[in-house]
């Protein structure tokens, strides 16, 4: 079957209705006429419970009835069927009342039961679905078409409990500005322009500062700062953070060997719990060391629990070997997860660090000062070292102290700085 422009027109075999291809095919083509549409994608939920209640055949036959009704919906609209549970309408452009009175129908619609027959047996199916509204702009290209739909769908999913969303202007630059970051997190990966500072830790029982944090740092090529907190989890999810660690990895061991009489016992790192399973951990850490003349005393490995997903027993071996070269590891923002408290503890971490929210709870309430003061005994009990990050007041630094949180690490003391402030910095503490 061939359309007005012979292109071929590919339909999903079960519903008989257009498929993703050519979606995007109509799509390109009322782009290349400079017409507006908007399309109302239709994300059906909870359909793997639907095949285990009722059966797969009437789980088939509930997204033919779906595709059969929104297909003769209304006769401006083409229906299409883009993935196993995810259908589309693409209609003419309108206003945005309009659009909304158009959801709303199917809305009410998906509200009620489905009848669905089979074996000479009518099932009464319910379909849960959630719907995403956007217009198309005539200079949308393809990318931008996937971009919208993925990024509506990511943020549905993170914020959105009504069941719509319309993708306005404030979701638009929003999706701009992460495709804005991820490039430019691409392009410093490809031409290692991180910079790594390093936040001076305070010992307590020391006295001084004998530890730092390494803290990556990126500019867009604009000049304008990209803050960790975005950058970070966008390389997590593109793929990015493993050479992201390396390079850090790599910077430190450069700094650490180039500054052999800095007046630390060691300096750590962030990385994944993924990465420690990699079988190229060891042997990679080891080669940087190696290369830079660095004792594995003066490296530690920070991991947050929320990346240490399963595995313990491999992540436990690799731990204890390098634990065994002096490389020993931090558990990073603790009392941020929610995960397996006896499995994360029964890892040999050296250091816990308890996150500035844990931290923020010793201001707060008599209540949260015991907590910590708890936590803090519990920890010391089973030999680990408390880390308090986010120190910023003196009251604070007098809690962390009273409860023998044994460093501190947080802007009170020193806020991350490059690696040639660090060393003046703790020259200037020398004195
Ligand atoms: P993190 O590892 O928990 O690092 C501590 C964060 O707390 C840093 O934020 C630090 O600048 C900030 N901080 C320290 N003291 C204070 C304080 O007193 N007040 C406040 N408000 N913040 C304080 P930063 O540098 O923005 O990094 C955020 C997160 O990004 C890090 O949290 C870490 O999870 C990740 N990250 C940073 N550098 C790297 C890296 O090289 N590799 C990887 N994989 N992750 C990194
Ligand atoms: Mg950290
Ligand atoms: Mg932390």
Redesign the pocket.
């Known amino acids: 079957m061939t359309d007005q422009t012979s292109n071929p027109v590919s339909r999903d075999p079960m519903t008989g209705l257009r498929d993703w291809r050519t979606f995007f095919q109509d799509v390109k083509k009322g782009i290349a006429h400079g017409i507006h549409a908007h399309v109302i994608l239709v994300q059906l939920i909870q359909l793997k419970r639907v095949n285990r209640k009722h059966g797969i055949q009437t789980g088939n036959k509930l997204l033919c009835d779906i595709g059969e009704y929104l297909k003769t919906f209304d006769p401006r609209y083409t229906a299409y069927r883009t993935n196993s549970s995810r259908f589309i309408l693409l209609g003419p452009d309108c206003t945005q009342q309009q659009a909304e009175d158009a959801i709303d129908r199917i809305r009410i619609r998906f509200q009620e039961n489905w009848p669905v027959e089979g074996d000479g047996v009518t099932q009464e199916v319910s379909a849960k679905a959630y719907f995403i509204h956007f217009f198309l702009d005539p200079r949308d290209t393809e990318i931008d078409l996937l971009d919208k739909m993925n990024h509506a769908v990511s943020v549905y999913l993170s914020r959105e409990k009504r069941g719509i969303l319309f993708f306005n202007e404030e979701l638009t630059s929003d999706m701009l500005h992460k495709r804005y970051i991820l490039n430019e997190t691409r392009y410093a990966v490809e031409h290692k322009t ?1 910079q ?2 390093y ?1 001076p830790i305070y010992d307590c029982g020391e006295a001084r500062f004998t530890s730092a ?5 990126l500019r867009g090529r604009d000049g304008s700062p990209i ?3 975005e950058f ?1 989890p966008m ?2 999810e593109n793929g990015l ?1 493993d050479n ?2 390396w ?3 790599e910077k430190v061991c450069e700094f650490l060997g180039s500054h052999p009489e800095l007046p630390l016992k060691s300096v750590s ?4 719990g993924q990465q420690v399973l990699d079988p190229t951990f060891v042997g990679r850490i080891e080669n940087n060391l190696e290369k830079y003349q660095v004792e594995g005393s003066r490296l530690r490995i ?1 991991i ?1 629990e929320r990346t240490i997903t399963d595995d313990f027993d491999e992540v436990r071996k690799v731990m204890a070997y390098l634990s065994k070269r002096g490389i020993q590891f931090y558990l ?2 603790f009392g941020t997860g929610y995960s397996n408290l006896s499995s994360m503890l029964s890892l040999p971490f050296e250091v816990i ?1 308890f ?2 929210s844990l931290v923020k709870m010793m201001d707060e309430t008599d209540k949260g000062l015991r907590t910590i003061g708890l936590l803090a005994d519990i920890m010391h009990e089973n030999d680990y070292c408390i880390v308090a ?4 007041t003196a009251s604070q630094v007098r809690n962390a102290q009273e409860h023998k949180l044994d460093r501190i ?4 003391y020193a ?2 700085m490059p690696g040639d402030a660090l060393v003046s910095f703790l020259a200037q503490q020398a004195e």
């Not at 944090?213 to 740092?217: D, F, H, P, T, Y």
């Not at 790192?269 to 994944?272: C, E, L, P, Q």
């Not at 990050?389 to 910023?392: A, P, S």
Request: hydrophobic share 35%; no cysteine.
């Open positions: 991180f790594v500072y936040q944090e390494s803290l990556i740092r803050s960790p907190g970070i390389a997590e953070i992201i660690s390079i850090v990895l790192v962030n990385m994944t920070e947050t990073d923002d660090k996150d500035q990050e986010g120190i910023e690490q947080g802007y009170y806020k991350p």
